[in-house]
């Protein structure tokens, strides 16, 4: 290895002749550096500054000293692996815009409809539940929802009893059915629900159909130590989403027990 090694990490000839020169002296006043190297001054000036900007050398009242190449290197390196990191996030973000630009037009001409159209995603439960309030007050024919306690039953309890009121057809299917949940029930039936209880283990999803056409669900995930955490909820009006929960539906309700 040599001094002009120094190339491969973007030092100029004039800055490698100036710091080999402090290295191989000691510390040399700036101004008698031009006449010792052959070089102009303001070719030395613009040296020194260069290197001085790299933490390869101290300039302090006109003399200019060489900063050990194992220190000066090491804050090159640190310097670089910042710069990185900053272009690596640009790059990242960059990414990100693009691909949320262009998936959706991938998939609007490779499956002939937008993202959208097929799934809308809701951000968070209370989203979801005032989104569910919205879809029930616009059912016509039938209201399916399964849910595990129905602990936001209350929150949807006077659109079911309106919906119920225009000659809809309520059904929800209950994962739980201890105490906590019977008056819930008992309320249900009183005013006309179905209720059936489901005491199978069953997919971790959570939904609510309205007139086979709309479909709001949560569909949750375990981990190994049986823990549950949930994705974001989901909305949809695709006729195959929609379908094939309702099949999901109706094949639990055949198979769950009346309440």
């Not at 973007?10 to 010792?36: Q, T």
């Not at 490779?110 to 919205?134: F, S």
């Not at 955490?229 to 094949?251: E, M, Q």
Request: aromatic share 8%.
């Amino acid at each position: 290895m040599s001094f002009s090694d120094l190339r491969s990490i973007g030092l100029k000839d004039a800055e490698i002749r100036v710091y080999e020169h402090l290295v191989e002296n000691g510390e040399d006043l700036l101004s008698s550096i031009p006449e010792k190297l052959g070089m102009g001054a303001e070719a030395t000036k613009s040296a020194v500054e260069e290197l001085a900007s790299i933490g390869a050398v101290e300039v302090k009242s006109g003399r200019v000293t060489p900063i050990a190449p194992k220190a000066f290197l090491q804050r090159y390196m640190k310097k670089q692996e910042v710069e990185c990191d900053l272009r690596i996030s640009e790059i990242r973000a960059t990414v990100s815009r693009l691909q949320s630009t262009l998936e959706p037009l991938y998939a609007e001409k490779r499956l002939g409809m937008r993202m959208e159209e097929l799934l809308q995603v809701i951000d968070g439960l209370p989203a979801m539940e005032l989104e569910t309030v919205k879809i029930i007050s616009r059912a016509n024919e039938e209201v399916c929802i399964l849910a595990e306690e129905f602990s936001w039953y209350d929150k949807v309890r006077e659109e079911l009893l309106s919906a119920l009121e225009r000659k809809v057809v309520v059904r929800v299917i209950l994962l739980v059915k201890d105490g906590k949940v019977e008056q819930r029930v008992n309320d249900m039936k009183q005013n006309g629900i179905e209720v059936r209880f489901s005491g199978r283990e069953w997919r971790n999803t959570r939904f609510t159909i309205v007139d086979s056409k709309e479909l709001i669900f949560l569909i949750w995930a375990r981990k190994s130590d049986s823990s549950r955490i949930y994705y974001r909820p989901g909305y949809t009006k695709n006729p195959g989403l929609v379908s094939t929960f309702h099949d999901s539906f109706d094949l639990l309700w055949e198979r769950a027990v009346r309440l």
